[in-house]
């Protein structure tokens, strides 16, 4: 589906968002071993063309974010993955996980 979409004078911007849902996993962090955890992966995407300024040329720049979730059951997300490329290259990666929580009652 697309999220965003701007047309201007001089220049446009798409966004679009996919999400998967990619079954169940156990997942071991700092925090634990959760079972059966819900397993999602999103890939966003932005294109972005525009006219640059200085040079007065037509350009554009892709930005493409493909990230991994899991979510367990009366927690929450325990751990994700993300990696970044823009214009194909990769940019940077980044994992998260939960060190410690706790569940009120």
Known sequence: WS???YEGDSEDLTVTCV?????????????????????M????????????LF???ETSELIVKKSTHWFAKGVGEVKSYEVRHIDEELSDMTTNEVTSYTISE
């Open 19 to 39: 999400g998967k849902y990619l079954g169940t996993e156990d997942v071991t962090v700092t925090a634990g071993t959760f079972t059966g955890c819900a397993k």
């Open 41 to 52: 992966e999103l890939t966003y995407t932005k294109l972005y063309n525009y006219t640059d």
């Open 3 to 5: 999220v965003f979409s």
């Open 55 to 57: 040079t007065g040329e």
